[in-house]
């Protein structure tokens, strides 16, 4: 019996390695019935060969013909007891023309199908896109563990002490990448935060998350130079708390 708590589109946010692993994982929890990792099943999803699963990753950007080979799989009919999985790599480098070609199929999937749609960035997502997904954020999952250290200091109930956070910057040394990465992680947050406190009609709530968001996508407009990335968080830590209604 397919689990019919499997969302027919999600969004996961982190860096393009690990959303592989991740993704992997996830397939053959699905996929497999013990998620064993180490079947002939397992392992044709590891090796991106399983016939229930379409792996789609293009080298420079999505076009039409990408979105064209979902449309042509997704007209077939699945059993009551199959599922089936698209997993779009890089889902950030989605044209807008691309986005708009498959924002019917990810709204209203035939039974058993699914997507999974894989980005390091939320902001070049169209947001009729990210609307129609499940979010989850694994950003703070870095190879390195330091951007998971620097995270904690912006969910905290009260702003930190900034030099103690200069130091943890310093200390982490992160990539231009990583601190993009980061700040996905924060917008996608707050964003969460903004539609619970709409639905709630928190209106104070509500206000505060709004001011978040606006603040952290106004970083998008200016990511840091190469070897900037640690003053780049330093002045996201200002702007973030100085000010704030938090």
């Not at 601190?179 to 505060?208: C, D, F, P, R």
């Not at 952290?216 to 130079?225: C, S, V």
Request: proline letters at 5%.
């Amino acid at each position: 019996m397919l689990n019919k708590q499997i969302p027919p589109a999600q969004l996961w946010l982190g860096n393009h390695e690990l959303l592989i692993d991740r993704t992997t994982a996830y397939l053959q929890k699905q996929l497999c019935s013990t998620g064993c990792g180490v079947c002939r099943t397992c392992m044709q999803i590891r090796q991106q060969q399983h016939h229930a699963v379409i792996w789609i990753c293009p080298e420079k950007g999505y076009t039409l013909a990408h979105i064209q080979e979902i449309h042509d799989r997704i007209v077939f009919a699945l059993d009551s007891t199959e599922r089936f999985f698209f997993v779009l790599q890089k889902a950030d480098y989605l044209s807008t023309q691309c986005a708009n070609s498959l924002l019917k199929s990810i709204e209203e999937p035939p039974s058993g199908y699914h997507f999974i749609l894989c980005a390091q960035q939320l902001e070049p997502i169209l947001p009729t896109i990210r609307s129609r997904c499940i979010i989850n954020s694994f950003a703070h999952e870095a190879h390195n563990g330091s951007d998971a250290l620097l995270t904690r200091y912006f969910y905290a109930s009260s702003m930190p002490d900034p030099q103690e956070f200069a130091q943890a910057v310093q200390k982490a040394a992160l990539s231009e990448q990583q601190a993009m990465l980061l700040v996905g992680e924060l917008l996608t947050h707050w964003m969460q935060q903004y539609s619970t406190a709409v639905s709630k009609k928190n209106t104070q709530k509500t206000a505060i998350a709004l001011q978040k968001v606006e603040l952290i996508k106004q970083l998008y407009a200016t990511p840091p130079m190469p070897g900037s990335s640690s003053l780049f968080l330093k002045q996201l830590f200002l702007q973030y708390y100085v000010g704030s209604t938090r």
